[in-house]
């Protein structure tokens, strides 16, 4: 009923929720029936989709979501860390890249994705609660996912930041090195439409890619 409601708006693209679910989950041919039915229905509306992806049903390091602990190590409850374990990575990268391959742009309504919603350093509200070396070794996986997909079904998908240009900074250029700008085609700015200041990274704004520059987009306003 939203993708109608957006076409007879005149909405041409959304941002949505994809969450990485391993073919070893109970629930991987239902979550991705689900993504699929989304998916699909977002391209008879003509509506273009950046997902941004998350975590679904992949096993986490001690078998559940790690809350922080208090002063006692009494655990709070509170947000939580929902990162997989690392021996699924390998997995995340295929998802990616049969997601890409399956919906991506133009055969399908997907045109870019990005990874986590703010993944915050410390703790967030959308179960990130790992650390900078862990987003970048994820980062990675998924843009590689992305580029085997774009060789291989010729998709058009654009990779972006981390979810607001801050924890982009935070997380892939924090030492200073440019070795994640060749699969930095977007950034996304939240609440910032009148401070778009990734336009003025001059290394981000004149980078040569075949995407061209890196991308100022605005995916996150609260508007009532």
């Known amino acids: 009923h939203v993708l109608m409601l957006f076409e007879k708006l005149g909405i041409k693209g959304a941002r949505t ?47 559940r979501p790690r809350p922080w602990l208090s002063a006692g190590a009494v655990m709070l409850n509170t947000k939580d860390d929902r990162v997989w374990l690392p021996s699924f990575d390998a997995q995340f990268e295929q998802w990616t890249r049969r997601v890409a391959l399956r919906f991506g742009w133009p055969k399908g309504p997907v045109n870019a994705v990005e990874l986590w919603n703010e993944p915050w350093e410390g703790i967030s509200i959308s179960g990130w609660g790992a650390d900078i070396p862990r987003f970048r070794e994820l980062y990675e996986r998924m843009a590689r996912g992305v580029e085997r ?10 990779i972006g930041g981390a979810c607001s240009s801050t924890n982009t900074r935070d997380k892939l250029f924090p030492d200073g090195s440019n070795k994640f700008l060749k699969w930095l085609d977007f950034v996304s700015i939240h609440y910032q439409p009148l401070a778009a200041d990734p336009v003025l990274v001059p290394e981000w704004a004149h980078r040569k890619s075949p995407n061209g520059p890196v991308r100022v987009w605005e995916t996150e306003s609260w508007i009532a």
Do not use: C
């Open 17 to 63: 929720g994809g969450d990485f679910v391993p073919e070893s989950a109970a629930d991987y041919s239902r979550k991705s029936a689900e993504l699929a039915t989304l998916l699909d229905n977002a391209r008879k509306h003509h509506i273009t989709v950046m997902l941004t992806i998350g975590n679904g049903s992949a096993p986490m390091p001690l078998g």
């Open 149 to 158: 997909a774009r060789k291989e079904g010729g998709v058009q998908v654009l």
